[in-house]
């Protein structure tokens, strides 16, 4: 069967506007084809679970595909203050940031969230592009209105007939990467700050020259003449339906509401707008002429401040002193018993014992032969399996319902995906939990395979019904006995061999809500290279949320980074490939940690 061609569509959004995104996405399922998968991927800094769930419903696992990306790390860590004003809120900028953010993939299509579709996006999708930066549309309303069209003439240097709206952008992430895109973003943005159109000028401001101009119809709005059968209707500055009444093409927006089944809602909402609102907005497009008039007539310090001297770039926004005073105020927050917890950790990463537990194991027994049934043969084995399983998975969504587990997003899928023989998936360690985020997406993006855990031995052993589960959730228990660890060995080979998947803490330590990656030990990746078998490094960073735990602790809201698979070298023996993996491994987690959180991978001063 013909692998179908997949369109990326990315947006972004926040909880006042997810009505509106939800009618955006109504129209693009009511003209989707079946010849493609539409891939929805929503950027947001801190969506609502309601709002989540609003969007969710239009996911059918088939054709339609929606995930959520929240950037809140991202931007934090950015030491840069991204200007806003008006209907322009800081999710607009986050469009510039999806090249680096996605970086497996070659192109991806921004949709605002104030459009509806009138055909097959996907027709836009497959635009080539070359080697041009972005496939877009000449502003309509910079063409329509002389004050807009000396502003980016005398502001931005462009041929007003030039200038693209980026609320529709066909971007082409390989060519952006190449060009440093973000890094040319935070630097220009450093020097001046554009206060017309903010980030769709610094788009037009970078990318003028290498455009790919597409049909206009992709992007009409409800001014000027009216346009035949478009593709595509943008409601853009404050031509809202929701907002005034006899919009053009209001229509068109009506029909998706009525199908994303807000219509009414939105309509009673608008009757509810006081005429002085409606009056100011009205009031909007001759407010933004003299706006235009005004900034046009600080082009010449505008370009003063663009040729002045390159800001130094730096990746972190808080100072050293800034960062103890919030590690201080965060232990004073903890129970004793963390605080003990946390010393405890930084007494041993001052002595570089990264491999050491902070939380003793309870007393165990040593695994004997025949204690341990790997392959899950006996029938006694398999109904515990199952029924381990199952309770498990449901207990993990109880725990994800609660707020108890918060998972972001899921980044890197396509690295699970793309593996088809059994191999050896790596994590970091940091709660009893963490392996939950690598379960359900082996689950819901693996499917066909199953994914066992090695675990230690005295958590194999270990009483009560949270050991029955360790025993029974696909587990396979390292072992001290060399008869028991010859079985281990056999039986990883089997389940390699039947493409499934075994997850591996080459840390070999639980550090609790440790942020850092540690160094890493070898036999993860001895396990892959004598089985012939890729290893899928992951790695699991945290932001904190506004609830606090019973440890005084701030819940943290994982995401996923599953990277590059990394395969074993055929002309290597066990040894040299197990470390040669190891180092790949270590070196892309070191950088992936240093990307999301701001800063250098650096450790506590050694004691002497």
């Known amino acids: 069967m013909e692998r179908k061609k997949v369109v990326h569509l990315f947006f972004t959004v926040d909880d006042n506007y997810i009505n509106f995104l939800s009618t955006t996405i109504a129209s693009i ?46 931007v934090n860590a950015l030491s840069i203050k991204l200007d806003v004003r008006d209907y322009y ?17 070659g192109k991806g299509l921004y949709l605002d969230s104030d459009i509806v579709l009138c055909d097959d996006v996907a027709k836009l999708y497959f635009t080539e592009l070359g080697d041009n930066l972005v496939g877009a549309i000449p502003d309509a309303s910079v063409q329509l209105f002389p004050e807009f069209s000396n502003y980016v003439e005398k502001v ?36 001046v700050t554009f206060k017309v159109a903010q980030d769709q000028d610094v788009l037009n401001y970078l990318c003028k020259d290498r455009v790919t101009y597409v049909d206009p119809k992709w992007n009409v709005m409800p001014l000027g003449e009216k346009i035949e059968n478009p593709y595509l209707i943008h409601y853009n500055l404050m031509f809202k339906p929701w907002n005034l009444k006899n919009i053009m093409y ?4 009506f029909k998706y509401a009525e199908i994303a089944g807000i219509k009414d809602t939105i309509l009673a909402n608008r009757e509810a707008i006081p005429q002085e609102v409606v009056d100011n907005i009205l009031k909007g497009v001759d407010n933004v002429k003299a706006f235009c008039n005004l900034e046009a007539s600080k082009a010449d310090e505008y370009h003063k401040n663009i040729q002045g001297p390159k800001p130094k770039f730096k990746l972190q926004i808080k100072t050293t002193s800034t960062k103890l005073k919030e590690a201080e105020k965060r232990y004073k927050m903890l129970t004793k018993e963390r605080q003990e917890i946390v010393d405890k950790i930084a007494e041993l990463e001052r002595q570089r014992r990264f491999d050491v537990d902070v939380e003793n194991d309870p007393p165990f027994n040593h695994l004997m032969p025949g204690d341990v049934d790997y392959l899950r043969r006996k029938l006694s084995s398999k109904l515990k399996t199952w029924w381990a399983n199952h309770s498990a998975y449901h207990y993990f969504k109880h725990l994800i319902k609660e ?80 008869i028991v660890l010859n079985d281990l060995h056999k039986s990883i080979g089997v389940v390699l061999e039947k493409r499934n998947f075994i997850l591996v803490y080459p840390e070999q330590s ?27 490094p992951t790695f699991i960073t945290m932001r904190d949320t506004d609830k606090v735990d019973e440890n005084g602790s701030y ?43 701001g800063e250098p991978l650096t450790y506590l001063p050694e004691e002497k």
């Open 29 to 74: 399922v009511a003209h989707s084809s079946d010849e493609y998968k539409y891939r929805l991927t929503i950027i947001h800094d801190g969506l609502s679970s309601e709002s989540k769930k609003i969007i969710r419903k239009y996911d059918d696992g088939k054709k339609i595909f929606i995930s959520f990306f929240n950037v809140f790390v991202k």
């Open 89 to 105: 809120t800081i999710t607009t900028y986050y469009r510039l940031f999806l090249p680096n953010l996605f970086p497996l993939l």
């Open 156 to 191: 931005l240097e462009i041929d007003h007939t030039k200038y693209f709206n980026a609320g529709i952008l066909l971007m082409n992430f390989k060519k952006l990467r190449e060009f440093n895109l973000e890094r040319k973003f935070i630097s220009l943005i450093k020097k």
């Open 250 to 253: 209001e229509e068109e927006f």
């Open 403 to 482: 707020g108890r587990i918060i998972i972001d997003s899921y980044l890197g899928i396509n690295n699970l995906k793309k593996v088809k023989s059994g191999a050896i998936i790596t994590a970091n360690h940091f709660s009893p939990f963490d392996s939950i985020p690598i379960h359900l997406a082996v689950k819901k993006f693996a499917k066909g395979k199953k994914l066992f855990k090695i675990i230690r031995e005295g958590n194999y052993t270990m009483p009560g019904l949270f050991g029955f589960f360790l025993r029974n959730c696909n587990t396979m228990p390292l072992a001290t006995n060399p």
């Open 510 to 536: 639980m550090w609790w809500n440790y942020r850092k990656p540690k160094p890493l030990k070898k036999g993860a990746f001895v396990f892959a290279a004598k089985n012939n078998v890729p290893v899928i």
């Open 555 to 597: 819940v943290q809201a994982y995401t996923l980074h599953i990277l590059n698979p990394i395969y074993p070298d055929k002309t290597l023996n066990v040894q040299e490939n197990a470390m040669n993996m190891l180092k790949e491994n270590e070196i892309a987690v070191k950088e992936l940690y240093e990307k999301v959180y």
